[in-house]
T-cell receptor
Framework: DGGITQSPKYLFRKEGQNVTLSCEQN?????MYWYRQDPGQGLRLIYY???????QKGDIAEGYSVSREKKESFPLTVTSAQKNPTAFYLC???????????FGEGSRLTVL | GIQVEQSPPDLILQEGANSTLRCNFS?????LQWFHQNPWGQLINLFY???GTKQNGRLSATTVATERYSLLYISSSQTTDSGVYFC??????????????FGQGTILTVHP
């Protein structure tokens, strides 16, 4: 089945540790995105990529890093510099020409 | 940046009732999406509707781009319609495909 797979679904980390969230898509979409959602809030854009080996910062990129070595994959690293990392993280992809977003199931990160 | 406002923030219905959710945006856009976030957090695409009217079963949506609003209609609501409904439009300048700015959402609760 075509879709977007995020892993892990739930993740716990201690303060000061980096953690990497995986996002893989088999929709053959050029563009991929990471959004963050806090309780009772809408989504905010962290990073996005429109082509392999290129990515741009979104509205809240501080404390995060990404890579885009393959079209299918767009992992997100939450670094120890992110001051409030506990959140729900959603990965999305879209065709470049329409921008219609499709989302994965999300990864819930809790910092202990 | 572009502002997106959704109303009402909360809506409680009895099963079988109809409802209208509204999304206002502050700038011209060439893309608008409606999503349903289920209780497990997954965002489900409802409509990709830059303009005009679309229908999908009990749901329909209308976007009037010239007046900067969109409406989502839910008819004969069911308990499975419960969740949060988001509208989203492109961010910078309203034309950046896929880089969506989300509203705060409407929380819909349907009682049996």
């Amino acid at each position: 089945d075509g879709g977007i797979t995020q892993s892990p679904k739930y993740l716990f980390r201690k303060e000061g540790q980096n953690v990497t969230l995986s996002c893989e898509q088999n929709l053959n979409h050029d563009a991929m995105y990471w959004y963050r959602q806090d309780p009772g809030q809408g989504l905010r854009l962290i990073y996005y990529s429109q082509i392999v080996n290129d990515f741009q910062k979104g509205d809240i990129a501080e404390g995060y890093s990404v890579s885009r070595e393959k079209k299918e994959s767009f992992p997100l690293t939450v670094t120890s510099a992110q001051k409030n990392p506990t959140a729900f993280y959603l990965c999305a992809s879209s065709p470049l020409y329409t921008g219609e977003l499709f989302f994965g199931e999300g990864s819930r990160l809790t910092v202990l | 940046g572009i502002q997106v406002e959704q109303s009402p923030p909360d809506l409680i219905l009895q099963e079988g009732a109809n409802s209208t959710l509204r999304c206002n945006f502050s700038d011209s856009v060439n893309n608008l999406q409606w999503f349903h976030q289920n209780p497990w957090g997954q965002l489900i695409n409802l409509f990709y509707i830059p303009s005009g009217t679309k229908q999908n079963g009990r749901l329909s949506a209308t976007t009037v781009a010239t007046e900067r609003y969109s409406l989502l209609y839910i008819s004969s609501s069911q308990t499975t319609d419960s969740g949060v409904y988001f509208c989203a439009v492109p961010g910078v300048g309203g034309t950046s495909y896929g880089k969506l700015t989300f509203g705060q959402g409407t929380i819909l609760t349907v009682h049996p």
